[in-house]
């Protein structure tokens, strides 16, 4: 297929069609309205459902009902709005739903500001809801990348039954960037066995997460706990930019920030100094193997974490090195963008260079 | 007539065989029987899906013979939506109590009603939280003493009693909107020809169907199953009038 010049949240709603998914439950929020905009228009041309909700917290349980059809299902929304939907998200992890949601982030907390951030890893990676579970989170750095972990992220809900968060700086939403999407849509999954489909021939089924014997709600947080041991040894996604075996510093960033330190790291290299990009893309599940095999390794002498935030990956990144090597942060917050000489700076800071 | 009997006499399919855990003297048992015969009458229980939800009927996927959903707290007219509009083909009912659809779910269920959703709500109103031992809830009546109102409720801090179908019958979308009680025999017929009539209008494809049950909790009244039964009558009943509020007919002969 040709490649078309798309905007991230438009090419985001068209990626989830081309995954078979044409159910979408959302609520207006900035700055990712163009994707329920987009849809609106797109989703009755191709027989889909779009539904716009009267709040986040209807959304999370429209999802619940939709994707209890055994079909594929979705939504876009925000920080404030993607916090509205963590009960629900947990209620889903719980009855073992697939379902993706797209976060794109802005700055918080509270109301803040509709302008990009990283501030919600916390958040998505570590379960924002209560109870024992996670979601998968993928963080694309390019509107491709969005489209492609778009498409994957349907895959995953489906094979692991679990909630698949797309997450992605209000950047990724809102530039303009040429994209490319399969020849072949695929045609919407058939329902699954344990959807609700009317007890015809069979007993009825029951989709819930409420186990009033402790024994039988131990039984499903063991079971999503060995679903998340399956998602860590067989999904981790990342990938490395100017890796090499003279380097003496690896960044760590995802995301949009991860592409301007690429800008920064190809500056730094005219200079003579040699930096290598470390970009985690599935945030659950961390590559924390990965991550400490290349920290090892005898020419790096120091680590920097950037984030558009004021430290929230840093701490798993602490979790991956086990303080095998000094860790640097730079960080900017509040919908603040660092520019590649900031990333610069705080590269020959941590290598204790002078300015 | 012997054919009669046998069905008054029988559970009906759409009902499970499993006892419930409903306090004796409550009337919960009475609607879901009024909802599974019904279920059977119209022959839809191969294809109807119930959500339940969070309070004493918070395990009514137990008791009925159907597929079901477990929605959060006031959540049921949110997942019943996301499910009917995927399947309209299906025949969706939420059952929900006073504090779930009245309070924490007043949202989700005017908005449900709103968009003119097709599917039905059995809408159970007892004046208490029963599952949590008896708080005061949204429908609690004037002066009516609870865990949480010791002196009765108090209209100048909680306000008045908040008169559902009445609520949502001020919606312009069409739909059926009904009072019932199950106090009585004469009325437990009564509910039920509501109850049907909900359903059918979604059979029908018709529009969104809600029927308010005036019900009993003895054990949070702190009283007799049979007094219960005379205090709905006496404080219920004047404050909840039975009717048909609404039906999607008014708008045709409003044209």
Redesign the interface.
Known sequence: MAKKLMKGNEAIGEAAICAGAT?Y?AYPITPQSEVAEYLSRRLPEVGG?F?Q???E?????????????G?R?FTTSSSPGISLMQ??LS?MAG?HLPVVLVNIMRGGPGLGGILPAQSDYFQATKGGGHGDYHIIVLAPSSVQEAVDLMILAFDLADKYRTPVMLIGDGMIGQMMESVEFPEQYQTPPSPKEWA?????GRK???????FLDPIALEKNSLELAKKYEIIKADEVRYELYKVNDKNKLLIFAYGTMARICQTAIDELEEEGIGVGLFRPISLFPFPQKEIYREVIKPNIKALLTVEMSVGQMIEDIERCIVGQKPLGFYGRTGGIVPSPDEVKAAVKKQLGLGK | MAQDVDIILSRPKAL?DNITHYCPGCTHGIIHRLVAETIDELGI?????G??PVGCS?LA?NY?????????HG?AP??????????PD?IVFTYQGDGDLASIGM??I??AANRGEKFTVIFVNNAIYGMTGGQMAPTTLPGQKTTTSPLGRDVTTAGYPIRMAELLSSLRTPAYIARAAVHDPMYIIDAKRKIKRAFSYQIANKCFSLVEVLSTCPTNWGLSPTVSLEWLEKNMRPYYPLGTFKTPEDEVEKK
Request: glycine share 6%; charged share 20%.
């Open positions: 159910n439950f459902v539904v909700a009267e709040s917290v209807a959304v999370g349980y429209m999802l619940f009902g939709a994707a209890s059809t079909k299902v009960e629900a209620y009855a609700l489909t009317g007890a015809v009825p089924v029951v989709i819930k997460s409420l | 499970s229980r191969e294809r109807t899906a959500v339940a918070v996927y009925f013979n159907v597929d079901f959903m477990e929605a959060a959540r949110a997942m019943a939506t996301g499910f009917k509009r995927l399947r299906m949202g989700e005017i908005h």
